[in-house]
């Protein structure tokens, strides 16, 4: 069963692992309105198929993801929230995002994310929402929304307190600060900190190959 085409990712599957890349670098791999739906898409292909037993998410280029499109609020949204038409709108463009990582979250196999440089805003409700996080030196995370005037609303608030210490989050989420990967592994939020984006990505690999066994 062929995949659906993809712009924003390339999905393969080998011996039973699935690979999703994340393949926007010139655009820093930001979730514009594209993202949303090709990602929703090729996660309902990877649980239909039944063909992999373990996911790996990755990205090209030297950060992760930097998060949000700003155009993902624009067109006829445009962030309108004085009508109850904006506001409705509002409500579904964000319910729509939620439910994408939350199908990510109960997708019936493991789901690994190896994460170099950047990873902000979106970025950290993604990978948030996935069962292992590597790392590598130059990895840091921000939930970036408090530094624009917005709410980590897409999973972060949600998911991030089940994974390191409630008085972490809060400190990130009021401060827009980085976490660093030093800092990361101490907390728990990634498994390992490899010496390199590429002995990442092998080592996210390997443990998929052990788990697809």
Partial sequence: ??????????????????????NRPEAMNTMHP??????????AHIHKTGEARVLVISS?????????????????????????????????????????????????????????????????DMVSACCIRYASPETFFCIQEINIG????????????????????KELAYTGRKLGATRALACGLVNEVFDSPEAMLAGALQCAKEIAA
């Fill in 1 to 22: 069963m062929n995949h659906p085409p993809l712009t924003c990712f390339s999905l393969t599957t080998t011996d039973h692992v699935a690979h999703l890349v994340l």
């Fill in 150 to 169: 917005m709410v980590a609303d897409v999973g972060t608030l949600q998911r991030l307190p089940k994974l390191i210490p409630l008085a972490l989050v």
């Fill in 34 to 43: 594209t993202f949303w739906r090709e990602l929703g898409q090729a996660l």
């Fill in 60 to 124: 090209t280029g030297k950060h992760f993801s930097a998060g949000m499109a700003l155009e993902t609020f624009g067109g006829d949204i445009a962030m309108d929230d004085q009508s109850p038409e904006g506001r409705a709108a509002i409500f579904d463009l964000l319910a729509g995002m939620q439910a994408t990582f939350t199908q990510l979250e109960t997708l019936r196999i493991p789901v690994i994310a190896a994460i170099q440089g950047a990873c902000i805003g979106g970025a950290v």
